[in-house]
């Protein structure tokens, strides 16, 4: 492990920013002092913040390592700071023991605290069951839809009555497809200003009703991958106060953007599922300062270059996310939501979800932390990112904050 000291930071501890004049690491712990010869880092004032956890990752590989790598991923998370991740890959289903054991094998040897979620179903086909209760026993955070269509309400209703003896969470994307077939943008007087179809919100409205009454009826908790709209907050609202247990999260680019700025055709914007107006980006935010939504999720998907370099309609969606969420993101959330409630977001509510270890720094505990200058810039280039891709809509930007390096599973970079 590497030993570090970090001079002249404001660590975030017992719920506050505080001003550290010496934090010093040794073999992965605060400590009071360090062997002589420790590197020392003068962080000038920045913050030492706990490291994030990332709800929503996918490396792709081993089936599509032709767009992507775990070692990518795993460098895209230490640039980023973030210590560990909810993984679940919609090209490699984890629907079997051996899956996992693979895939487990593979993520866990770098040190991050990787949770994976187990398929509901075999290959996201909606035909058979995955081996829910073989996961469990294998050690799965939970199960999840791969953000694929999860079948008929028969099909629903078998996944969850099996999964419910696992006593796990399940995890989806309320989506119609059928609804939002031919659909690339919100549906609203933008699109029928560029002239582009649009997808109703009730595509996401529909299925969520769904979900959140079978797991009202069949007990089961839930959580809701990346909400949208005004209309779903205000139904995930109503279910809770029914007595479902229902976790959400939001997409940090659906924080960050809304149907308006589509308008420049960037095909980083172009997302599953889309963003959607002003309005429901500003009840976006409302929600997560009234912990409506638990999480801001980073939902990290590399893209092929040429398939984003090609028309709005034909680019394959998603967007990449681990390298800039924090300058894009932090300076935002602590002056609207205050500095504890945005790291609550970013850090401990989304590691809470997928079942991790909660990072608190302190004297004498695990110091897994990323060191960031609020005041300073990034300027978002290809080199910002660790994978051969670039599919961020930030490309190009310069973002307010900069980070100025981390310590994750015992290595500062």
């Known amino acids: 492990m590497d030993n570090v000291i970090l001079k002249n930071v ?29 590197p020392v880092v003068d962080g000038n004032g920045a913050l030492a913040l706990p490291a994030l956890f990332a709800l929503g990752i996918d490396f792709q590989e081993p089936k599509r390592d032709d767009i992507y790598t775990y070692r990518s991923g795993f460098r895209a998370m230490r640039r980023g700071g973030f210590y560990g991740g909810l993984y679940e890959s919609s090209a490699n289903p984890v629907d079997g023991i051996q899956r996992l054991v693979a895939e487990k094998a593979a993520l866990g040897y770098h040190g991050f605290d990787i949770q994976v979620l187990g398929a509901i179903n075999q290959d996201y086909e909606a035909k058979a069951l995955a081996e829910m209760c073989e996961l ?45 077939h031919g659909g690339y943008v919100n549906e609203g007087n933008f699109s029928d200003m560029i002239g582009m179809k649009g ?15 079978m797991a009202r009826w069949l007990g089961v908790p839930l959580h809701i991958k990346q909400v949208t709209s005004k209309s779903a907050l205000d139904l995930i609202r109503r279910f809770r106060e029914m007595g479902v247990n229902v976790t959400c999260d939001v997409d940090i680019h659906h924080l960050l953007f809304c149907d308006e700025d589509v308008a420049s055709l960037n095909t980083s914007l172009n997302l599953h599922p889309p963003v959607r107006s002003a309005s429901d980006k500003d009840a976006l935010w409302e929600a997560l300062a009234d912990g409506t939504i638990q999480a801001v999720s980073i939902n990290h998907f590399p893209v092929h270059r040429e398939d984003k370099e090609v ?46 270890e909660v ?34 809509p930030f490309l190009g930007k310069t973002l307010s904050g900069k980070i100025l390096g981390s310590y994750i599973a015992g290595m500062w970079g």
Request: net charge negative; hydrophobic share 45%; with cysteine.
């Open 199 to 213: 997808i109703p919100e009730q595509a996401e409205t529909i299925p969520l009703f769904s979900l959140l009454e």
């Open 311 to 356: 028309n709005f309609e034909d680019a394959v969606p998603g967007a990449i996310s681990l390298e800039i969420a924090l300058p894009a993101l932090w300076n935002k959330l602590a002056e609207r939501l205050g500095d504890k409630r945005a790291i609550e977001v970013l850090s401990s509510k989304p590691a809470e979800i997928a079942g991790a």
């Open 136 to 180: 469990a026993d294998g050690g799965v955070a939970g199960f999840g839809d791969g953000n694929k269509a999860f079948g008929s309400m028969r099909f629903l209703r078998l996944c969850l009555e099996y999964g419910a003896m696992t006593q796990k969470r399940f995890f989806f994307l309320p989506y119609d497809y059928s609804l939002a």
């Open 359 to 392: 990072v608190n720094l302190g004297p004498g505990k695990k110091a897994s932390l990323v060191l960031f200058d609020p005041n300073g810039t990034t300027d978002v280039t290809s080199k910002t990112f660790a994978g051969g891709v670039e599919n961020s």
């Open 10 to 38: 404001r660590a975030f501890v017992n719920g506050q920013f505080e001003t550290v004049d010496s934090l010093a690491i040794v073999n992965g712990i605060w400590q009071d002092s360090a062997p002589e010869g420790t």
